[in-house]
């Protein structure tokens, strides 16, 4: 089925433990995103990719690194996790124009 | 600075009745505003959205409705359904400067729950 695919499902870190969070998009779209989830947060971005080949900070960017490694796939890397990186990932994606995203099932990230 | 609110942290209603969710913002530059819908350990999806030219727009039993002079929109869903029992997400655009690119502000969410 056509959509954003995210990779792992869920993952248990320890402290200073590196990952990264794949993702990747069957809809030819230009633009993927990375939000994270915490309870009374909503939704904040932490990078994207306008287009393939640029990427760019957004509210939360602190502790993570990204790579857009085609038009395909956007992957966002921590270093050197944290506790206060526990929380829920999500990937997702849309055409040039336009605000209607498309969103990944997410990623469940613990750091213990 | 908090650019898109939702001030509900939940909203109770029982089937067949009105559900109204409500959003405010602060950036008079947002030109585009949506609504997702989300489920436990499920992605975010699309439901609705309103340019800021228009004042509403309905979808099935889906409304937006936009006062600009207020900042503010609500999403009405009549009749409710106890399957609409989600968290809702307002959120917001704005046109950079280059034209390509809309990266979306969220508000917080409400979570609704259809009674049957």
């Known amino acids: 089925n056509a959509g954003v695919t995210q990779t792992p499902k869920f993952q248990v870190l320890k402290t200073g433990q590196s990952m990264t969070l794949q993702c990747a998009q069957d809809?030819?779209?230009?633009?993927m995103y990375w939000y994270r989830q915490d309870p009374g947060m909503g939704l904040r971005l932490i990078y994207y990719?306008?287009?393939?080949?640029?990427?760019d900070k957004g509210e939360v960017p602190n502790g993570y690194n990204v790579s857009r490694l085609n038009k395909r796939e956007f992957s966002l890397r921590l270093e050197s996790a944290a506790p206060s990186q526990t929380s829920v990932y999500f990937c997702?994606?849309?055409?040039?124009?336009?605000?209607?995203?498309?969103f990944g099932s997410g990623t469940r990230l613990t750091v213990v | 600075d908090q650019q898109v609110k939702q001030n509900s942290p939940s909203l109770s209603v029982q089937e067949g009745r009105i559900s109204i969710l409500n959003c405010d913002y602060t950036n008079s530059m947002f030109d585009y505003f949506l609504w997702y819908k989300k489920y436990p350990a499920e992605g975010p999806t699309f439901l609705i959205s309103?340019?800021?030219?228009?004042d509403k727009n309905e979808d099935g039993r889906f409304t937006v409705f936009l006062n600009k002079s207020a900042k503010h929109l609500s999403l009405h869903i009549v009749p409710s359904q106890p399957g609409d029992s989600a968290v809702y997400f307002c959120a917001a655009s704005v046109e950079d400067s280059g034209g390509s690119n809309y990266k979306l502000t969220f508000g917080k969410g409400t979570l609704l729950t259809v009674n049957p």
């Open positions: 997702a994606s849309k055409v040039i124009r336009g605000s209607r995203y498309t």
């Open positions: 990719s306008a287009s393939e080949g640029t990427t």
């Open positions: 309103i340019s800021s030219i228009k």
């Open positions: 809809m030819n779209h230009n633009s």
